[in-house]
């Protein structure tokens, strides 16, 4: 696969992806799924701003959002040279468009972690402005990822002899995410659904 394909991929994703982030953030205050933008049922878009990493972890202390963000700049790094030696070793077509697929996902949250504090104002209390006069919500480095998608399939009890939560309710599938998380996660499938292919034996 030639390494443009490759870039076209990552570049559509980035495209789709901010241009979804962006919208949001510019048309809507924070929106969870008491109050969602759109309510299809098992499908709803929200506004929510994810101040760590996958599934909201975060590292504490002033100083856990900076290591969080250059861990990710470092890891982008590594899945960047990662393309671009499955491109020069000539693999296999499907381990290429997967790694397009997570750099792309992984470079799409990077953005929002080192730009939006900077060039969005806060979304609580008002609709976002973007470049405000009196400066973003936060500082470099210190963005806070914007997720939207929300697929509630369906709602269940525990039984009541599992440990802890027994009994409780639960909502499955009960993460919020974005484009770029999608990328990451289909790039990800693909790699085992498909690993033979992408990594043969010699």
């Not at 400066?135 to 697929?151: A, K, N, R, S």
Request: include cysteine; proline fraction near 4%.
């Amino acid at each position: 696969m030639k390494l443009y394909k490759a870039i076209l991929i990552i570049a559509l994703v980035l495209i789709v992806d901010q241009a979804s982030k962006v919208y949001i953030k510019l048309n809507y205050m924070l929106r969870d799924s008491r109050n969602p933008i759109v309510d299809w049922d098992k499908f709803q878009l929200l506004f929510y701003e994810n101040p760590g990493a996958a599934w909201g972890f975060e590292l504490p202390g002033d100083y856990g959002k900076m290591v969080l963000t250059i861990f990710r700049l470092f890891a982008i790094c590594g899945i960047g040279y990662w393309l671009w030696k499955s491109v020069k070793n000539h693999s296999h077509k499907i381990l290429t468009v997967c790694i397009a697929l997570i750099f792309a996902g992984a470079l799409g949250n990077i953005i929002d972690s080192v730009f939006y504090g900077v060039i969005f104002s806060g979304s609580t209390t008002s609709v976002a402005t973007l470049f405000p006069a009196n400066g973003g919500y936060g500082t470099w480095f210190h963005g806070e990822v914007v997720d939207m998608l929300y697929f509630p399939l369906f709602n269940g009890t525990w039984p009541q002899w599992v440990p802890s939560v027994g009994g409780q309710t639960f909502t499955f599938f009960n993460a919020v995410f974005n484009i770029a998380d999608s990328a990451i996660s289909v790039g990800v499938i693909l790699l085992i659904l498909f690993s033979k292919r992408a990594f043969p034996e010699k």
